[in-house]
């Protein structure tokens, strides 16, 4: 488990998914963890995208203090679209609605939420990207759409983690790499990478965000602790 302080508050958004489920699970059994609040779209009618809902679903919180938000948020196919192949393949409207998903709704969580995020200790902020959002890592094209939305997630997180540094010393906003997970959706991309269950790869990201010093921010950091390029 991360290293905040003894009672530490969490939320996870996102947290009827796979991965939201496993961080919920593996956050709840934690016994130094003071709460555990949850969001999703499933329980809670929370649309990321939708600036009044985040806004209204923020002001729930109003008056506490959280030192652990994880956005667990996100999404390869859309409306039956998945990852474009090649160039010829991209449609302005499916490319429209991964920013709209993976980008624009996680930089709303941030606008509203972030507030919510205690000042006088160490805290986290940390939002799932995937390693295809990297520009330096991308040597084989394809997946357009999709990776420039979680590049776009990345520079979001870098952008807001310089002027959140000026307020909150001790907050760490952090984009997570999960790995390649055992879901259905991604069965058809695994190839021969190792997919893992949701709960191991929750368990992976939780012992790499516990491994970033206090303060430190701005972060692309992958589930095994290492740092991916942008």
Same mark, same amino acid.
């Given at each position: 488990?991360?290293?905040?302080?003894?009672?530490?508050?969490?939320?996870?958004?996102? #947290?009827?998914?796979?991965?939201?489920?496993?961080?919920?699970?593996?956050?709840?059994? @934690?016994?130094?963890?003071?709460?555990?609040?949850?969001?999703?779209?499933?329980? @809670?009618?929370?649309?990321?995208?939708?600036?009044?809902?985040?806004?209204? &679903?923020?002001?729930?919180? #109003?008056?506490?203090?959280? @030192?652990? $938000?994880?956005?667990?948020?996100?999404?390869?196919?859309? @409306?039956?679209?998945?990852?474009?192949?090649? $160039?010829?393949?991209?449609?302005?409207? &499916?490319?429209?609605?991964? %920013?709209?998903?993976?980008?624009?709704?996680?930089?709303?969580?941030?606008?509203?939420?972030?507030?919510?995020?205690?000042?006088? =200790?160490?805290?986290? %902020?940390? !939002?799932?990207?995937?390693?295809?959002?990297?520009?330096?890592?991308?040597?084989?094209?394809?997946?357009?759409?999709?990776?420039?939305?979680?590049?776009?997630?990345?520079?979001?997180? =870098?952008?807001?983690? $310089?002027?959140?540094?000026?307020?909150?010393?001790?907050?760490?906003?952090?984009?997570?790499?999960?790995?390649?997970?055992?879901?259905?959706?991604?069965?058809?991309?695994?190839?021969?990478? =190792?997919?893992?269950? &949701?709960?191991?790869?929750?368990?992976?990201?939780?012992?790499?965000?516990?491994?970033? &010093?206090?303060?430190?921010?701005? $972060?692309?950091?992958?589930?095994?602790? !290492?740092?991916?390029?942008?």
């Amino acid at each position: 488990m991360t290293s905040l302080a003894e009672g530490y508050r969490a939320l996870v958004i996102g #947290a009827s998914g796979g991965i939201g489920s496993a961080f919920c699970a593996a956050i709840g059994a @934690d016994p130094r963890c003071g709460a555990l609040e949850t969001l999703s779209r499933r329980e @809670d009618g929370i649309e990321i995208f939708d600036e009044a809902c985040v806004a209204q &679903a923020a002001e729930r919180f #109003a008056g506490h203090s959280f @030192d652990l $938000i994880l956005c667990a948020t996100g999404a390869l196919h859309i @409306d039956g679209v998945g990852p474009e192949k090649t $160039i010829r393949a991209l449609d302005p409207d &499916a490319m429209a609605r991964q %920013f709209s998903v993976n980008a624009i709704g996680p930089a709303l969580l941030l606008k509203h939420f972030l507030p919510l995020m205690a000042r006088d =200790r160490r805290a986290i %902020f940390a !939002s799932l990207s995937a390693r295809v959002g990297s520009i330096g890592d991308n040597h084989i094209g394809g997946w357009m759409s999709y990776r420039s939305s979680k590049a776009a997630l990345n520079q979001i997180l =870098r952008t807001a983690a $310089i002027e959140a540094r000026r307020r909150s010393p001790l907050l760490s906003l952090v984009a997570l790499h999960p790995g390649t997970v055992a879901t259905p959706l991604s069965e058809p991309y695994a190839g021969s990478n =190792r997919r893992v269950a &949701a709960e191991e790869a929750a368990g992976n990201m939780l012992s790499a965000l516990n491994g970033i &010093a206090e303060g430190e921010t701005g $972060i692309f950091l992958a589930y095994d602790g !290492s740092r991916i390029e942008w």
